[in-house]
């Protein structure tokens, strides 16, 4: 059973935009946190966005100003807008949802920014 799934990565040039979408299977997903991490080669996965069920949102100060995270609680959605994507953002996109102590993941989706 996959819970939660990610779309929307690409190759795209410096300057330009994605949206990354993320569906999860549970209801209970609604009621808890949902972020989106990423991890470049070489390099430890990071938390990118987190979002509580309230809309209040967080972000890494590398994304503050670009990125916008938003969620849909009535479809169990989470989305990434990435703006003014940078060479910096090349990485796996990853979507997280913790409901207590554990961390549901999805599969990844790869954005590659290069000219």
């Known amino acids: 059973q996959v819970q939660l799934v990610e779309s929307g990565g690409g190759l795209v040039q410096p300057g330009e935009s994605l949206r990354l979408s993320c569906a999860g299977s549970?209801?209970?997903?609604?009621?808890?946190?949902m972020a989106w991490y990423r991890q470049a080669p070489g390099k430890q996965r990071e938390l990118v966005a987190s979002?509580?069920?309230?809309?209040?949102?967080d972000y890494v100060d590398s994304v503050k100003g670009r990125f916008i995270i938003s969620r849909d609680n009535a479809k169990i959605m989470v989305y990434l807008q990435m703006n003014v994507l940078k060479p910096e953002d090349t990485a796996v996109y990853y979507c997280?949802?913790?409901?207590?102590?554990?961390?549901?993941w999805g599969k990844g989706t790869l954005v590659n920014v290069s000219s």
């Open positions: 549970r209801s209970i997903f609604k009621l808890y946190p």
């Open positions: 979002i509580r069920r309230s809309g209040s949102t």
């Open positions: 997280n949802v913790r409901v207590s102590e554990t961390d549901y």
